[in-house]
C-alpha cells in the first residue's frame, strides 16, 4: 500500500466451525429479543422477526414433506418478498441449498437452470409457471413444483391448475407451507458445507452456478457492511437489484438480518418514478443500486424539494458497472446523496474494493475492503507496477469455492486462493483502484492500449449524453479504432460527431477519440447492469 493512503484496521472474522445462515441472520434476532421488530417492509404489508421466522420454518418443513433432504437443491423463480426470503432461509436450515433465479428470464433460461443445477424441486411465482410448464417434460430429474401466488393474500386461492400426467409432483403453497409447523431445528451444517449457488450474469458467456458456503454471508457482512458501511439495527434497507443477485442478496436480506434493521421490497420492475416513490414513502437511509439507474432517476423531472425525496439516506451504494465521476457529481447536486462505489462479484458474493464515507474518490472504485487482497497482474498472473494496467486478481474468505459442474471454469477462475476477476485494473499513487474494462473489451489503438471506460467517461461529461459505449471497429486500413454509442438524455440534440471530438479534446488522447458516433435509444445490458459491448461490436 501506497505510503500516503489511510490506515485500515482488519477486522476479526469469527465463525464458529458449526453454523447455519438461517439461525445466523433469522433466528439470532429472536434470541435477542427482537421478534417484534420489523424485517421487512412490503406495500400493504410489514412483517415482524418474529412472523419471518415463523414463515421461515413453515417453508423449511414444507420442503421436507416433498422429501427434500440436506444438499438437495432447490430452484426458487420468484420476486422480491417475504415468501422468497421464507423459501431461501428454510431450505438452507434443513441443509438442502437454495438457488434463485433472474423472474425476467426465458423459460428456456429457467429450463437450463433446473438442468444444470440438477434441482430435484422447483418453487415458481404462478405467473411465471404457464410459460415453463410446457417445457418440464425436458427436465427428468425435477421431482417437485410448488406454485407461490402472485398476491400473497390470495395464497388460498390460487386457481392455477395441476398439468396432466406429469412425472413430478404438482403443490400450491396452502397444502405445503401455510399448513406446515412454524417451529423447525436448525441443521447443524458446517461453516464449509454448501449454503446456496448464485449464477452469474456475466457481460460474456454463458451462466455459471458459483457454489458458496454457510460461511460466505458472515464474512462478507462482517468485512463490508459492518466495517465499510458501520451498519446498526436503525437502518433501513433499500435495494433496486433484486435478491436474486449477488449483490441484491446482501443488500436485500443478509445484511440487514445481521444487525436487526429493516428491508424494503419492491416486486416491481426498478423504474427511476417507482424506485423514487419507494424511498419517498419507506425512507430507508441506505439505497443500494447501479450506475444505469442512478443516471435514470436523474431523467425524472424533479419536484420541488428534489433533496427532500432523498433526506432520509445517508448513503447511496453502486456496483455492478463502474460510476463515472460525472455521474456520482450530477446525483450529488441533484439529490444531495454521496454515491460510494465499488466493485463486487458473484463469485465475491458482494463487495470487495470500495469508496468508503470519508474516503471518497469519483471515478475510481475506491480501496481495498480490509479483510481482502488484491494485485494486478499481466497475463503471466507476475504483479505490475503500480500504475501499468493489468488483470484484478482478488481473495478472500466470502468466495465461491467453484462453479457447479464447470471444473475447467473452475480452475481458470480460482487460482489457489485467488479468484481471476476478468477485469483490467490499475492503481492509482494513492492506492484507489481504477477500472479500465472488461478484458476482452480492451482496444489496442495506434499501438496503445484503451480504456474503454475511460474514453465513456469522458463523453458522458457533454451536456446532452446520458450513457455511453465504446468498442473497436476496423477502419479502411483494417485498424482498430474507437466507435462511439450514444444515449442521449430526455430531449437533448444529438451532438455533431465534429463537435463532439472538439468537446473531447480537451480531454482524451488523439488516439482515444471515437472515429465514429451512432446514437442509440439504449445500451444492451445484463440484468446487473453491466454493459454488453460484445453485442455492439457484433
Known amino acids: 500500500m501506497p505510503s500516503n493512503a489511510p490506515t485500515d484496521v482488519i477486522p476479526v472474522v469469527d465463525i464458529p466451525a458449526t453454523v447455519n445462515i438461517a439461525s445466523y441472520f433469522i433466528d439470532s434476532n429472536i434470541e435477542q429479543g427482537r421478534g417484534g421488530a420489523i424485517a421487512i417492509y412490503e406495500d400493504g404489508r410489514t412483517t415482524t422477526y418474529a412472523q419471518l421466522a415463523e414463515a421461515m420454518n413453515r417453508a423449511g418443513n414444507g420442503l421436507r414433506t416433498l422429501g427434500v433432504e440436506q444438499e438437495n437443491r432447490v430452484l426458487l423463480a420468484m420476486p422480491d418478498s417475504v415468501e422468497f426470503v421464507a423459501v431461501f432461509f428454510g431450505a438452507a436450515k434443513i441443509g438442502a441449498i437454495p438457488i434463485p433465479v433472474n423472474t425476467a428470464a426465458k423459460p428456456e433460461d429457467l429450463l437450463y437452470f433446473l438442468n444444470d443445477s440438477g434441482a430435484r424441486v422447483l418453487v415458481v411465482q404462478d405467473d411465471l409457471w404457464h410459460g415453463l410448464q410446457p417445457l418440464l417434460a425436458q427436465a427428468p430429474g425435477l421431482l417437485h413444483v410448488l406454485v407461490m401466488p402472485s398476491v400473497p393474500a390470495q395464497s ?121 416513490e419507494y424511498i419517498e414513502k419507506f425512507r430507508p437511509t441506505l439505497f443500494f443500486s447501479v450506475p444505469t439507474l442512478y443516471a435514470a432517476m436523474l431523467q425524472v ?37 454521496e454515491i460510494l462505489d465499488g466493485i463486487g462479484s458473484t463469485e465475491m458474493l458482494h463487495i470487495f474494493i470500495s469508496n468508503r464515507p470519508g474516503d471518497i474518490r469519483p471515478g475510481t472504485s475506491g480501496r481495498i475492503v480490509p479483510g481482502y487482497e488484491a494485485k494486478i497482474v499481466d497475463e503471466a498472473g507476475n504483479a505490475l507496477e503500480l500504475g501499468d494496467i493489468g488483470n484484478l486478481w482478488v481473495s478472500g474468505d466470502s468466495a465461491a469455492a467453484f462453479y457447479w459442474r464447470k471444473h475447467g471454469k473452475s480452475k481458470a477462475t480460482m487460482v489457489g486462493e485467488w479468484l481471476v476477476t476478468g477485469d483490467k485494473y490499475y492503481v492509482d499513487p494513492d492506492g484507489y483502484f481504477c477500472y479500465c474494462g472488461r478484458a476482452d473489451d480492451m482496444l489496442k489503438c ?93
Open 156 to 276: 388460498q386461492m390460487v386457481t392455477t391448475e395441476p398439468p396432466m400426467k406429469a412425472h413430478y409432483g404438482f403443490h400450491r403453497r396452502s397444502e405445503v407451507m401455510a399448513s406446515a409447523s412454524p417451529t423447525l431445528a436448525a441443521e447443524p451444517t458446517s461453516k464449509d458445507d454448501m449454503a446456496f449457488f448464485l449464477y452469474t450474469s456475466g457481460s460474456t458467456g454463458g451462466p455459471k452456478g458459483a457454489v458458496h458456503l454457510h460461511h460466505d454471508m458472515i464474512v462478507s457482512t462482517e468485512l463490508y457492511a459492518r466495517n465499510i458501511l458501520k451498519i446498526s439495527a436503525q437502518d433501513i434497507f433499500f435495494s433496486a437489484s433484486k435478491l436474486f443477485f449477488a449483490y441484491g442478496l446482501g443488500n436485500g436480506s443478509y445484511f440487514a438480518f445481521a444487525v436487526g434493521a429493516s428491508v424494503v421490497y419492491n416486486p416491481h420492475r426498478p423504474k427511476p418514478e417507482t424506485i423514487l
Open 301 to 337: 423531472p424533479p419536484p420541488p424539494d428534489i433533496k427532500g425525496i432523498l433526506s432520509s439516506v445517508r448513503y447511496g451504494v453502486s456496483a455492478g458497472e463502474a460510476l463515472p465521476d460525472e455521474l456520482f457529481h450530477r446525483f450529488k447536486e441533484r439529490f444531495g446523496v
Open 446 to 538: 495506434s499501438g496503445q492500449w484503451v480504456s474503454p471506460v475511460e474514453v465513456e467517461n469522458a463523453i458522458i461529461a457533454h451536456p446532452s449524453v446520458l450513457e455511453s459505449a465504446i468498442v473497436g471497429k476496423q477502419d479502411e486500413d483494417e485498424l482498430v479504432k474507437p466507435k462511439a454509442f450514444i444515449v442521449l438524455k430526455n430531449g437533448a440534440t444529438a451532438p455533431n460527431e465534429d463537435d463532439l471530438r472538439t468537446f473531447l479534446k480537451g480531454k482524451l488522447a488523439g488516439y482515444k477519440i471515437p472515429r465514429w458516433v451512432e446514437i442509440v435509444p439504449e445500451l444492451p445490458k445484463t440484468a446487473t447492469g453491466k454493459i454488453q459491448r460484445f453485442k455492439l461490436r457484433s
